[in-house]
């Protein structure tokens, strides 16, 4: 009765999720360290400015005239915030969206036939690989070395490419390791897109979320594969981290490089996109006021994740016996490195022990053995969890345990 890729997508819970639905039953609250919500931490956009700006979109949406690409305003809005960062990407190169997942799986369609490759980094996110499935592509990973910052290794990238590739996935900021793609890896990457006429599927959406470095006070401007001269660039952003603001599901593509092949790939998208004309119109009225009242929350947002990783960093320094990191330069994320600890069994005793919830490296495809959580938390939480954290990761007397994850 069902489809291949209906049998294959499984609802079934992995044992740590398990866990923490028992530590639920038994009456305990678990606290999420790792959701990437920005509401749930005390990040919400103004509730005040919010109607203002819903009460006169709707007014301005009351009667539906849909446009493939997105509402002209809505795209002009985006392009605005793109030029004020010194980027420019016109109205008429940017697909509106309803979020970054769905765009994902826009260019997937767009770029590849059922069987071809898309090449993602390793560590990764897994909601790839649903898309990816979904897209009836493969993914292909390439390596981010940790002992480097978890900088990409365009060596192992360009050996990876086959003659099914179509395009490389670009995550900068990083999800979840926190690396920032360095503006010579941007032009590694451009370099071997031009060799072997790839595209490159740019994903921005921790862009607000950079984090200065040690003896720094501010974050760099975040370098972006745009302005690369790559043969095709497809910028991938929205609402839901720049603005907390996920329950919008405003998201957009940007489409630069080559201008016949931006033509292209425009005159595709218009179609797949009119197919089903997702986004909200009343939601598309709305972003020209959000990107215009919403600049000094968006600023305070950063300072605020900023500060937060400040916290965390001091108390990460009080566990260094524990525990060793990659500083990130940006996202909500950290990766901690256990030395021969097993990640599993270490994030589980940790939500048994202490109700905090952390994932185990092999979530993200990561090498043994590290556990990710979210520093982007409330103040209170962060003092309060991260050294019982550590607590209760420490090893136990019998030395390090060994298990195989369960899926």
Same mark, same amino acid.
């Given at each position: ?244 603001? /996920?329950?919008?599901? +405003? ?5 630069? &490089? #080559?201008?016949?092949?931006? *033509?292209? !790939?425009?005159?595709? %998208? ?57 500083? /990130?330069?940006?996202? +909500? ?5 256990? &030395? #021969?600890?097993?990640?599993? *069994?270490? !994030?589980?005793?940790? %939500? ?56």
């Amino acid at each position: 009765m069902f489809s291949t890729i209906a049998r294959r997508i499984r609802g079934e819970s992995n044992a740590l999720y398990r866990a923490r639905d028992e530590v639920r039953a038994s009456g305990r609250p678990v606290v999420d360290l790792v959701s990437g919500n920005l509401n749930d931490c005390g990040y919400v956009f103004p509730q005040n400015l919010l109607e203002e700006i819903l009460v006169e979109a709707s007014r301005r949406s009351a009667v539906y005239r849909p446009d493939s690409f997105g509402q002209a305003t809505a795209r002009e809005a985006v392009s605005e915030f793109y030029l004020k960062s010194g980027c420019t990407l016109a109205p008429d190169s940017i697909l509106v969206t309803p979020g970054t997942s769905l765009a994902y799986w826009y260019c997937f369609k767009l770029l590849a036939d059922e069987g071809d490759e898309i090449l993602c980094p390793r560590p990764s996110y897994p909601l790839f690989d649903y898309i990816a499935l979904m897209g009836g592509v493969n993914l292909v990973p390439y390596r981010m070395r940790e002992e480097e910052g978890w900088g990409i290794d365009l060596e192992h990238l360009e050996a990876s490419i086959s003659t099914r590739t179509r395009a490389v996935v670009l995550i900068s900021p990083h999800n979840p390791t926190g690396h920032v793609a360095s503006a010579g890896e941007i032009e590694g990457l451009a370099e071997i897109a031009r060799r072997h006429d790839l595209a490159i599927i740019s994903d921005e959406v921790f862009s607000e979320a950079l984090l200065p470095g040690k003896r720094t006070l501010r974050p760099e401007p975040l370098p972006r594969p745009a302005s690369s001269g790559a043969p095709l660039v497809i910028t991938l952003n929205g609402f839901s981290k720049m603005f907390a603001l /996920p329950g919008m599901k +405003f998201g957009w593509m940007a489409l630069s &490089g #080559d201008p016949e092949k931006v *033509r292209r !790939a425009l005159g595709s %998208l218009e179609l797949i996109s009119d197919t089903f004309l997702p986004v909200n119109e009343t939601v598309q009225a709305a972003a020209p006021g959000i990107f215009q009242l919403g600049n000094a929350v968006r600023f305070e947002f950063g300072m605020r994740i900023r500060d937060c990783w400040r916290r965390t960093e001091a108390l990460l320094a009080t566990c260094s016996d524990r525990c060793s990191y990659v500083r /990130p330069q940006g996202g +909500f994320y950290v990766a901690l490195s256990l &030395g #021969d600890q097993d990640e599993e *069994r270490t !994030a589980e005793r940790i %939500l048994r022990e202490r109700s905090l919830l952390v994932h185990p490296g092999w979530f993200y495809d990561m090498d043994p053995h590290h556990l990710v959580f979210c520093f982007v938390q409330k103040p209170e939480v962060l003092e309060d969890c991260i050294p019982g954290l550590f607590e209760a990761a420490r090893p136990s007397a019998d030395g390090p345990e060994r298990s195989e994850p369960e899926p």
